[in-house]
């Protein structure tokens, strides 16, 4: 049982370390097979409450208590990553032209909460993972109010939202699964403790099927529009990752926190855009938040490596702590 369990995590740590690269396969996967993948795309609802539910297992009522000691870096954190990625998300794909379901895509990616991989890219970059954690949590409970009501109001006029139909669903596929998996870490903590090792497997396979369902039905549309979604995609994330550090900066956060916040702001809960975009809309519409959560791995593995050999510069002496 003992080897067995060292095999598991062993595996699973494998795949948190080439998440990146396995979230690629996924699409790739997607691309060469799409009749198999298309099949999955029903599923996607489900596979992203298993991913939830996880994420919830990470939690702890404690991780809350840096809203009470420093409530201005998590409030600047939130208010960022809600307001500059759905607006970035509407400009981008209106300046590029993007068709309607796309746009409305792109505006659903930026509406979305914090990703579920964004603690460890914080990690990874030396960055203040007590703050990271908070923003995923709180972003992810105010998404079932302030999601709807941002997609409503940025592409209400492209097409038309149920706004209480995304409640509904967030609802459903992302806070019951979170306060779940909160419960259950608070009641059986000790058996969480165990499989906590294991969680990233079940994270990342589950992402990696999200991508794969979406881009196989999607398949004719990823290779007539791929360049022009591609770049929208990767404007998307480095605004986010811009701007998201700009504003703590501008706030006098410390670095680490600033990088909280980047990367907070820059990585998207992609899989619940792709599952709100696949329910409420159409295949199509869950296209940029496929190619996001390809992206954004993938870039934010790049930022944490370039801040992780960069280390933590000694504040200054006009630096707010």
Same mark, same amino acid.
């Given at each position: 049982m003992g080897t067995m369990g060292n095999v598991v995590t062993r595996i699973a740590d494998f795949v948190g370390r080439w998440f990146a690269v396995l979230v690629l396969l996924g699409a790739v996967v997607g691309l060469l097979l799409p009749d198999g993948t298309a099949t999955l795309a029903p599923y996607i609802?489900?596979?992203?409450?298993?991913?939830?539910?996880?994420?919830?297992?990470?939690?702890?009522?404690?991780?809350?208590?840096i809203v009470v000691?420093?409530? =201005? $870096?998590?409030?600047?954190?939130?208010?960022?990553?809600?307001?500059?990625m759905p607006l970035a998300g509407l400009g981008i794909g209106? *300046?590029?032209?993007?068709?309607?379901?796309?746009?409305?895509?792109?505006?659903?990616v930026g509406a979305s909460p914090g990703g579920t $991989?964004?603690?460890?890219?914080v990690y990874l970059a030396r960055g203040d993972v007590a703050?990271?954690?908070?923003?995923?949590?709180?972003?992810t409970l105010l998404a079932p109010l302030l999601t709807p009501l941002l997609v409503l109001w940025l592409a209400g006029s492209t097409l038309p939202v149920d706004a209480g139909?995304?409640?509904?669903?967030?609802? =459903?596929? @992302?806070?019951?699964?979170?306060?779940?998996?909160?419960?259950?870490?608070?009641?059986?903590? /000790?058996?969480v403790e165990r499989v906590l090792t294991v969680l990233p497997l079940v994270s990342v396979?589950?992402?990696?099927?999200? @991508? $794969?369902? @979406? +881009?196989?039905?999607? &398949?004719?549309? +990823?290779?007539?529009?791929?360049?022009?979604?591609?770049?929208?995609?990767v *404007?998307?994330?480095?605004?986010? *990752?811009?701007?998201?550090?700009?504003?703590?900066?501008?706030?006098?956060?410390?670095?680490? $926190? /600033?990088? &909280?916040?980047?990367?907070?702001?820059?990585? =998207?809960?992609?899989?619940?855009?792709?599952?709100l975009a696949t329910v409420h809309f159409a295949p199509l519409a869950a296209l940029p938040a496929a190619l996001f959560s390809v992206w954004h791995n993938l870039s934010g593995a790049l930022v944490a490596t370039y801040w992780a050999r960069r280390g933590i510069p000694a504040p200054s002496p006009t630096t707010a702590e």
């Open positions: 609802p489900w596979f992203l409450g298993v991913i939830m539910f996880g994420m919830g297992l990470t939690l702890r009522v404690g991780d809350f208590a000691k420093r409530p =201005q $870096a998590v409030l600047i954190g939130v208010l960022a990553q809600f307001l500059i209106l *300046l590029l032209q993007l068709p309607p379901l796309l746009l409305v895509g792109m505006v659903l $991989a964004s603690n460890v890219i703050l990271s954690v908070a923003m995923t949590a709180i972003s139909g995304l409640l509904v669903s967030i609802l =459903q596929v @992302v806070l019951v699964p979170v306060v779940a998996g909160v419960i259950v870490r608070a009641l059986a903590h /000790r058996f396979g589950g992402i990696v099927l999200v @991508v $794969a369902a @979406v +881009v196989g039905a999607n &398949a004719e549309s +990823v290779l007539q529009t791929g360049a022009l979604l591609a770049l929208a995609v *404007l998307h994330n480095a605004v986010g *990752l811009g701007l998201g550090y700009g504003a703590a900066r501008v706030a006098r956060l410390p670095e680490s $926190a /600033r990088r &909280a916040v980047g990367v907070e702001v820059g990585m =998207q809960n992609s899989g619940l855009a792709a599952t």
